[in-house]
């Protein structure tokens, strides 16, 4: 199975700071990574696809990039909206794995 | 709208079974790979099963192969997982999530989730 390792576990950051996130495969995966924002108590939701195509409706502050094992999301600007959980999720090869999360909060 | 409505989690003994459903609406469900994702309270998320448009291709992750069987009705836009054999280590929330179109499996609707519950 791909194991995949999410840096930091949780950060605080404020509002207009400009946050990364790290994901890294423990192989090479091809750019098969997509991205989810979680809020408390609601379902994941889809923000990037293919390492670095925003999915419809998501802001551009949100974007990836990344080859081979190492990835980023970085989002440009925080927005209050934008506190919640990440997570990295690799469909290379199956089983599809994810990331342990990162939790971003406000500081 | 667009929608997955997850239902039949609840509170089950170690050993014991469950069945999962999952209503779609909103989108032409045979043409698309359903999928269930679990998320044990406080943890990530973890892909647990999947299943082909046609339902003719089921996948397993090892943690639930040859205890869980998914399924799908698509006259009736629906999936199913059939719990058998739970554990402790099987509580959790349940997401139905779908898959996007192609053959890249990432997902791009979830539902609510429904929780289950394994517990004496």
């Known amino acids: 199975d791909i194991q995949m390792t999410q840096s930091p576990s949780s950060l605080s950051a404020s509002v207009g700071d400009r946050v990364t996130i790290t994901c890294r495969a423990s192989q090479g995966i091809s750019n098969s990574l997509a991205w989810y924002q979680q809020k408390a108590g609601k379902a994941p939701k889809l923000l990037l696809y293919?390492?670095?195509r925003l999915e419809s409706g998501v802001p551009s502050r949100f974007s990836g990039s990344g080859s081979g094992t190492d990835y980023t999301l970085t989002i440009s600007s925080l927005q209050p909206e934008d506190f919640a959980t990440y997570y990295c999720q690799q469909y290379y090869s199956t089983p599809w794995t994810f990331g342990q999360g990162t939790k971003v909060e406000i500081k | 709208e667009v929608q997955l409505l997850e239902s039949g989690g609840g509170l089950e003994q170690p050993g014991g079974s469950l069945r999962l459903s999952c209503a779609a609406s909103g989108f032409s469900f045979s043409s698309y790979a359903m999928n269930w994702v679990r998320q044990a309270p406080g943890k990530g998320l973890e892909w647990v099963s999947g299943?082909?448009?046609?339902?003719?291709?089921?996948y397993y992750a090892d943690s639930v192969k040859g205890r869980f069987t998914i399924s799908r009705d698509n006259s009736k836009n629906t999936q199913h997982l059939q719990m058998n054999s739970l554990r402790a280590e099987d509580t959790a929330v349940y997401y139905c999530a779908k898959k996007t179109r192609g053959t890249n499996w990432y997902f791009d609707l979830w539902g609510r989730g429904t929780l289950v519950t394994v517990s004496s």
């Open positions: 299943i082909s448009g046609s339902g003719g291709s089921t």
């Open positions: 293919g390492a670095s």
